[in-house]
């Protein structure tokens, strides 16, 4: 096993993987420290699921699994990029791209009929949605903004636009029958195995989820959403967009929460568009149209029908009377409900936020907007957020404290509606959750089209994340803040966990509150208004969207902060910055030649990386790294060289450079000094013409041999453009 595992994922921090790792791979390798890349890309974890198909020089390993194993391990420690969480239009496009490759992989099939299609479904399903995370996340989430990084935020804070009490800019969310009405709970006094059942109205039984193996105190959930009540919810919001004059926007999460929220999508695509649905019901039977997959998918369907102007006519008419859609892509005519994975909640509300509460309509004018959010559960953090900034102004990030997050994920915990065990209802009837001797513990009234799903969060986890959180507390005296609802069934019996854990310890000297999310989120505004910083402890899902959410706010972007994942078995897992932005940095990059991908959270994250090496094995090279990469950071901040945004500008690879030159310069005046002192003064004195030859690389569009599986030579001549650059560190 290396020292380090470098994971190569997909879009813009694969290509950014391309310029940096074998700079980093050259100058660990001279301290004997050894950096291995494993590729867990959509991609590759497509190609590793059906081995079976493929020739034998193009089969590749399963490189997640793998990682999964290797998370149990003391001496694990993993940099993890971002990658894609895949929605079915994401997956078929792959599957098509490596196709045309010439690697024989099913077409992925959303209705089988055969057990061979039923097999190919379930790999497919493997790589679905969130398929990486809740395999190496095995241990909960400590993100934080590092020192360096907030000292120069202060200093050079980005703009967030007005608030104030003039914006009509709201949110929407359903009133009843929302996962967070329904929600039962039950912490389990022992071990058992639960089954899921349907009955029918007509008594007839329909075993869904079998051998669920529950651990002592384990936390089980059980809740459904109303699809009627969706329904009716929807028409209103629409309505009520129309009434105020906002912008309408669907902020879901069709990646994490694979099963139930592209389905929840799909709802607001067929009620929206009602009209057209109603109208062509026989055509698009006809053609195989899936709401669930979006605008864009239901177009390219429409293109193969006879009546197709009809259709289109009646889709004209609809959006002259429905309120504006949110656009993603005004220029391309790219709706807010064309993709289910375009509007990603945790990426696209923040980023509305800092916009002073605007989106884009179609005309790529920016408007005021109705954020419509079905599930209370979360909902409500941002209508909090809005309130505030209406009430109080926008946030200064020149003057705002920071806000970290511990967040509850080891062991799949709270792996909401991305699992095996979320299902859409087929019929009217009953859902009954009982053990082998058929003891009933959760039982619903269920309607056809209702979404149910359960969800599990075991004792070794929620310990552990309240010893971590306690423990930053203790270390810090920082305003400590778990974010949990005792009007929530799975919530209260959390708090029940925390407030006896809590009685344990000597916390007499810390400040430490328990507030639902939306009283946590108007505390935090408050404390960090007072330029006081706050360690917010929350659940998986809150954790998801809070490390976007207040970074965007506090830095920019997520991506600037750092996220350790004490592993529970005492290896490491050092997350970089999240990838929101990376389509849209990818296809800059195919276009423009420039890439403003911002590698800030992967030269932290191999700082920690290196840090945990030196402490775990006692590594003397590696904390010398450590140190070096850390003053290193601190001048390349210093400096501002980070990605710019045009081009013509500094991009992602002149960035990478300027690390590597600040890196070089450090480790020159350390007890390596004769080793890295020849480079060092080699690429200082090169600095302008390795810069001009980055430079001069850009302005054209690229060929990457593919989107979802680069050319890796292609790739490596567009990402590596400087040839004397390229020169010093090979021959380094």
């Known amino acids: 096993m290396s020292d380090i595992i470098y994971t190569y994922t997909d879009e813009a921090p694969a290509l950014a993987t391309f310029s ?13 420290i050894d950096i291995q890349t494993v590729d867990i890309s959509l991609a590759g974890r497509i190609l ?23 998370t149990t391990h003391k001496d694990a420690n993993i940099i993890k990029l971002p990658n894609i969480s895949a929605s079915v239009p994401q997956l078929n496009a792959c599957i098509k791209e490596l196709q045309e490759k010439g690697y024989k992989i099913p077409n992925y099939i959303e209705n089988p009929t055969t057990q061979e299609e039923i097999k190919i479904k379930q790999k497919y399903a493997k790589v679905l949605g969130s398929a990486v995370n809740p395999v190496l996340r095995e241990g909960n989430s400590d993100r934080r903004c590092a020192k360096a990084v907030k000292q120069y935020a202060l200093k050079n804070p980005h703009k967030n636009k007005k608030w104030d009490e003039s914006i009509k800019t709201e949110v929407s969310y359903m009133q009843s029958s929302d996962f967070y009405e329904n929600e039962k709970s039950i912490i389990f006094e022992n071990s058992t195995n639960l089954k899921v059942i349907f009955v029918d109205n007509i008594g007839q039984k329909t075993v869904l989820k079998e051998n669920l193996n529950v651990l002592k105190n384990e936390i089980i959930d059980a809740t459904f959403m109303s699809a009627k009540k969706l329904d009716e919810f929807i028409k209103n919001s629409i309505d009520l967009a129309k009434q105020k004059d906002l912008l309408y926007s669907v902020h879901l999460k069709a990646t994490m929460m694979k099963v139930s929220d592209p389905v929840i999508f799909g709802h607001f695509v067929k009620e929206f568009f009602s009209d057209v649905f109603i109208e062509f019901k026989d055509e698009f039977k ?4 899936n709401e669930n997959n979006g605008l864009k998918d239901l177009f390219l369907k429409i293109e193969n029908s006879n009546i197709k102007d009809k259709i289109y006519a009646k889709f004209d008419e609809i959006y002259a009377k429905r309120p504006d859609l949110a656009y993603v892509d005004s220029d391309n005519k790219i709706t807010n409900l064309h993709v289910p994975s375009d509007v990603i909640i945790d990426a696209s509300m923040p980023a509305m936020i800092r916009n002073g509460g605007n989106m884009w309509d179609k005309n790529g004018q920016e408007k005021q907007t109705l954020a419509v959010i079905p599930d209370r559960s979360y909902a409500l953090v941002y209508e909090a957020m809005i309130k505030d900034l209406k009430k109080n102004k926008e946030l200064n990030p ?7 997050n511990i967040g509850l994920m080891a062991k799949k915990a709270q792996e909401y509606g991305s699992h095996d065990k979320t299902f859409i209802m087929k019929d009217d009837g009953k859902i009954i959750v009982s053990d082998e001797q058929d003891k009933v513990y959760f039982e619903f009234d269920v309607e056809n089209g209702d979404i149910f799903r359960m969800t599990s969060t075991k004792d070794e986890a929620i310990k552990n994340w309240i010893n971590l959180a306690i423990n930053r507390a203790k270390s810090t005296k920082i305003n400590t803040i778990f974010w949990l609802d005792e009007n929530r069934a799975h919530d209260r019996n959390l708090m029940k966990i925390v407030k006896n854990e809590l009685n344990k310890l000597d916390i007499n000297d810390l400040n430490l509150e328990i507030l639902s999310p939306y009283e946590a989120t108007l505390k935090t505004n408050s404390l960090i208004r007072e330029s006081k910083d706050v360690i917010t402890v929350t659940g998986n899902v809150l954790r998801d969207y809070l490390t976007d959410l207040y970074p965007i706010i506090e830095l920019g972007t997520s991506a600037k902060m750092l996220s350790i994942v004490p592993l529970l078995n005492g290896g490491g897992l050092f997350e970089t910055g999240a990838g929101g932005s990376a389509p849209k940095h990818a296809e800059q990059l195919i276009k423009e030649n420039h890439l403003r991908w911002d590698s800030l959270g992967e030269f932290l994250a191999l700082g920690a990386s290196l840090e945990h090496l030196s402490e775990s094995k006692n590594n003397q090279e590696a904390k010398i790294l450590a140190k070096c990469l850390d003053k290193a950071i601190s001048t390349w901040l210093k400096n501002d060289k980070s990605p710019k945004r045009k081009v013509g500008e500094f991009d992602n690879r002149n960035s990478h450079f300027y690390l590597i030159l600040y890196f070089a310069k450090e480790l020159a005046n350390s007890n390596f000094g004769e080793i890295y002192r020849d480079i060092a003064l080699n690429l200082e004195q090169n600095e302008m013409k390795i810069n001009n030859e980055i430079l001069n690389a850009q302005g054209k569009s690229v060929d990457l041999g593919g989107y979802y599986k680069f050319d890796n030579k292609k790739a490596n001549e567009v990402m590596r453009p400087s040839k004397i650059l390229n020169k010093i560190i090979d021959e380094f």
Not at 48 to 70: C, H, M, R, V, W
Not at 398 to 404: D, F, L, M, R, T
Request: hydrophobic content about 40%; glycine content about 4%; cysteine-free.
């Open 20 to 32: 940096l790792y074998p700079m980093i791979k050259k100058f660990l390798s001279k301290a004997n």
């Open 48 to 70: 590793a699921n059906f081995s079976d198909y493929l020739d034998e020089d193009q089969k590749t390993k399963d490189y997640l699994q793998i990682l999964g194993e290797l």
């Open 286 to 289: 006809k053609l195989k149209v």
């Open 398 to 404: 020149a003057k705002i404290g920071s806000v970290s």
